[in-house]
């Protein structure tokens, strides 16, 4: 099955905003720490899918955003998507309950405690090293573990 979704950490005062996902049974990010974002509705654009998923799930309005980077997730034998990984750092509203799970604003520095994905360490890396764009591609078994990583075509031994 091939997915498009989209991907974004939005910052204020040194923090992201995080998702911790605990709603959904049967949830490929069950108990895991992520971003807002989610799949693309018909004919929508990546930027359209962005401000639509991030003020369905926050009750923001993005003002000022990025687009990161492109992220090929592998999971497994039959699930490959294609994640367009933004940061925002302007937004108005009001936020509102997730139905996917709490939202929580976390350190910058604090993040990497959390129960992340692997390769999630590997973009957090990259976006924190102000790289203006990325391909990373990870492969995930069905245990969650990760498998094989690339970074722009190259295979990351670290």
């Given at each position: 099955?091939?997915?498009?979704?989209?991907?974004c950490?939005?910052?204020?005062?040194?923090?992201?905003?995080?998702?911790?996902?605990?709603?959904?049974?049967?949830?490929?990010?069950k108990?895991?720490?992520?971003?807002?974002?989610?799949?693309?509705e018909?004919n929508?654009?990546?930027?359209?899918?962005?401000?639509?998923?991030?003020?369905?799930?926050?009750g923001?309005?993005?003002?000022?955003?990025?687009?990161?980077?492109?992220?090929?997730?592998?999971y497994?034998?039959?699930?490959?998507?294609?994640?367009?990984?933004?940061?925002?750092?302007?937004?108005t509203?009001?936020?509102?309950?997730?139905?996917?799970?709490?939202?929580e604003?976390?350190?910058?520095e604090?993040?990497y405690?959390?129960?992340l994905?692997?390769?999630?360490?590997?973009?957090?890396?990259?976006?924190?090293?102000?790289?203006?764009?990325?391909?990373?591609?990870?492969v995930?078994?069905?245990n969650?573990?990760l498998?094989?990583?690339?970074?722009?075509?190259?295979?990351?031994?670290?």
């Amino acid at each position: 099955m091939k997915e498009l979704s989209t991907l974004c950490y939005i910052e204020k005062d040194g923090k992201y905003l995080m998702l911790h996902r605990t709603v959904k049974k049967n949830d490929v990010n069950k108990d895991k720490w992520i971003g807002v974002g989610g799949h693309f509705e018909k004919n929508e654009s990546p930027e359209e899918c962005l401000l639509r998923e991030v003020r369905e799930e926050t009750g923001y309005t993005l003002t000022s955003w990025q687009y990161r980077g492109i992220v090929t997730f592998i999971y497994g034998e039959d699930t490959i998507e294609y994640m367009s990984l933004y940061t925002a750092d302007g937004f108005t509203g009001i936020p509102i309950s997730c139905n996917e799970g709490e939202l929580e604003w976390v350190d910058k520095e604090a993040v990497y405690d959390l129960n992340l994905w692997e390769g999630d360490k590997i973009f957090f890396r990259l976006l924190e090293e102000g790289r203006p764009f990325f391909s990373l591609k990870l492969v995930y078994d069905t245990n969650d573990v990760l498998q094989y990583a690339a970074l722009d075509g190259k295979e990351l031994t670290e």
